[in-house]
């Protein structure tokens, strides 16, 4: 539906009495709880509901001593037990690590020492022409053959190797 | 106000408050004295909690939750042990707390409904505050009120004795 300029101009109007209904409605609420508040009050005053049930409820004292000591040293004790508990775990790990450090120096020890690997040979691809065919042999042995070579010597040629790859 | 004499203001209340809920004197004893030595070991350990009533009653309750449930569970085989129809009374802490009016009042808090039971029992046994009762229910403040006040006049009405409305 299209708005009328008659609509538009009545807009604010409406929307600031809406507001209103609604400050209105919050107002009567408030008052409805706060009428609450005081029936409730009221209401407590009158039958004393809270003292009749606290009579009705009321529990023996030996209870009531029983509960506190019961809470007082309760709380102590867990007090006690956990911080037992805390001192045991730590010290738990502490062993555990002791331990595992003990066997991997054990385990460094008894393992015999690794020669260390040719420092010339290592990564490096050897290069040949053999009989005017190039090939490229990688440390692990594996050969390739780059092509046959030329017969003249050309500046700026590439060789391109790939490391890492299936090929 | 010291740890040992809060837990001596709170200790009758959550009593009642449990008393009340389960009707089993044992069971309230049991639930108040962890509320109140969770209460006592945060006090030890970080100081008193900003409401240290709220905070005692918050561990009662859930205990007294989980507890009334295991309870529930383990009924018939409590039943199938003890022989039926026995008599809750047997328990002489029980009897020492069986009065006539107790029996009445605890029915008729268990004709109540859920919510309302909870709240008025939170108010008018547990004593708190409707801010700390509310912020423990979950609800609102009005909402909190407006929940003790039917309960209340249920409680009239159950009891017999609406006359004050």
Do not use: C
Not at chain 1, 1 to 25: F, V
Not at chain 1, 101 to 120: D, G, K, N, V
Not at chain 2, 90 to 99: H, T
Not at chain 2, 137 to 145: E, F, I, T
């Amino acid at each position: 539906m299209k708005a009328r300029p008659e609509d538009a101009r009545g807009e604010p109007h409406e929307a600031a009495t809406r507001s209103d209904e609604r400050l209105n409605a919050a107002g009567h609420l408030d008052q409805r709880l706060n009428a609450a508040d005081h029936l409730d009050e009221r209401l407590n005053a009158a039958d004393h509901l809270g003292e009749r049930l606290n009579a009705a409820l009321e529990p023996p004292a030996a209870a009531v001593e029983r509960v506190v000591r019961g809470a007082l040293e309760g709380s102590q004790v867990a007090g006690r037990r956990r911080r037992r508990l805390m001192a045991a775990a730590a010290g738990g790990a502490a062993g555990a690590a002791f331990l595992a450090t003990a066997l991997l120096l054990i385990e460094q020890l008894r393992r015999p020492p690794t020669p260390p690997a040719p420092p010339a040979s290592r990564g490096a691809i050897e290069i040949r022409d053999a009989a005017g065919i190039v090939t490229a042999r990688s440390p692990s042995g594996r050969l390739w053959i780059v092509g046959p070579a030329s017969r003249h010597p050309v500046a700026g040629s590439i060789i391109l190797v790939h490391r890492g790859g299936n090929r | 106000m010291d740890l040992e004499e809060t837990l001596r203001d709170l200790a009758p209340r959550l009593l009642r408050y449990g008393l009340a809920r389960s009707g089993d004197l044992g069971l309230a004893e049991e639930a108040a004295q962890d509320g109140l030595a969770a209460l006592a070991r945060r006090w030890r350990r970080s100081g008193p909690p900003d409401q240290a009533g709220a905070f005692a009653f918050a561990v009662t309750r859930r205990r007294l939750f989980r507890a009334l449930a295991r309870r529930r569970l383990l009924a018939p085989l409590a039943a199938l042990a003890n022989g039926h129809g026995r008599h809750p009374d047997a328990d002489p802490e029980r009897r020492a707390v069986s009065r006539a009016d107790l029996e009445r009042t605890l029915a008729a808090i268990r004709g109540l409904p859920r919510h309302e039971r909870e709240a008025l029992l939170l108010v008018a046994v547990g004593e708190l505050s409707s801010d700390e009762a509310a912020a423990l229910a979950g609800v609102s403040r009005s909402a909190l009120k407006m929940r003790v006040l039917r309960a209340r006049r249920r409680l009239q009405a159950i009891l017999g004795e609406g006359a004050t409305r």
